[in-house]
């Protein structure tokens, strides 16, 4: 590969892969192109050596990669119509491999994330938003009535119940819900509800009394109700994007459940004791309060 005069800071990139063996092409194509881009106009010089770094590179990049190019390029003017050409190209012919391979790195990247501990769920959840390549679609707007119905069958220990609402509501396989509706840690419980917007209190009544393995822990509790605080949005959207492309997927619901159906009446809450025992506990605010931020 030729030296990048006209892009210097490239030099010690292009050292440290010819000397080692280091794989950085598409770390460099990346930075390549956003060098390229902060400059309205190159000199001859800069254009030939741009476009004969990048079509070398192209073909040997992830699709991710090759994404965030043509990202660069399509706000750029001037972008070099040989490349352009170059990334339809590669991304034509490599589409059906690529969608291949992100589907088995999601099963992966699922399986991995179940069995995993705590800790290493969280150090999960900090780097996924910085994974490229996931495409996040926003669960619908979160329903009450379907809000009130995941709690109800909390609240009556209704495992089944509690994971059939979540299929529909985001639109996730059935063994997928399952799965994390008897999840003994909890931390698929609290993904799911903040990509569905729940409230923190309802959360900590869900996590209370769903799972026993859980909820009779008041330190896991804790634990949980702190990631639920630091989780944004958009890292529990990617994840959930994540399990739709995993199992098979169900249609999210955008309707209202129906009050009375088959599987009994949801409207029939919580006792009153145990309306008095959630209330007792939310009002608890040393077991509950995260630490400042």
Not at 20 to 49: C, F, M, N, W
Not at 217 to 244: C, G, K, N, Y
Request: hydrophobic share 40%; net charge neutral; proline share 6%.
């Amino acid at each position: 590969m030729m030296k990048s005069s006209a892009y210097p800071t490239l030099d010690g990139l292009l050292d440290l892969a010819c000397r080692d063996g280091v794989e950085i092409r598409p770390t460099l194509l990346r930075v390549l192109t956003d060098l390229y881009v902060q400059k309205p106009t190159h000199s001859a010089e800069e254009e030939a050596q741009y476009i004969e770094l990048a079509l070398g590179l192209i073909e040997a990049v992830d699709t991710s990669t090759r994404a965030a190019v043509v990202a660069s390029l399509s706000n750029y003017p001037a972008a070099p119509a040989s490349i352009l050409r170059k990334l339809a190209s590669v991304e034509s012919r490599l589409g059906s491999a690529d969608s291949t391979h992100i589907s088995a790195e999601t099963d992966n990247l699922v399986e991995m994330f179940f069995a995993a501990g705590a800790e290493d769920r969280r150090l999960i959840l900090i780097n996924l938003d910085a994974a490229a390549g996931t495409p996040v679609r926003r669960p619908p707007p979160a329903s009450s009535e379907v809000i009130r119905r995941l709690e109800t069958a909390a609240l009556q220990h209704n495992i089944g119940e509690f994971s059939r609402m979540l299929e529909r509501a985001l639109g996730i396989s059935q063994v997928l819900a399952e799965r994390i509706a008897r999840d003994h840690s909890g931390e698929p419980i609290v993904i799911a509800a903040k990509a569905y917007g729940m409230q923190s209190a309802v959360l900590r009544r869900i996590l209370l009394f769903l799972n026993p393995a859980i909820g009779q822990s008041v330190e896991r509790v804790h634990d949980l109700a702190r990631l639920f605080d630091e989780l944004t949005p958009q890292v529990a959207e990617r994840m959930v994007a994540i399990w739709r492309m995993t199992g098979g997927q169900s249609q999210p619901s955008h309707e209202p459940v129906l009050s009375h159906d088959k599987r009994g009446n949801p409207r029939s809450l919580s006792t009153p004791a145990q309306h008095r025992s959630i209330r007792g506990r939310d009002e608890q605010p040393s077991r509950f309060k995260t630490s400042g931020r």
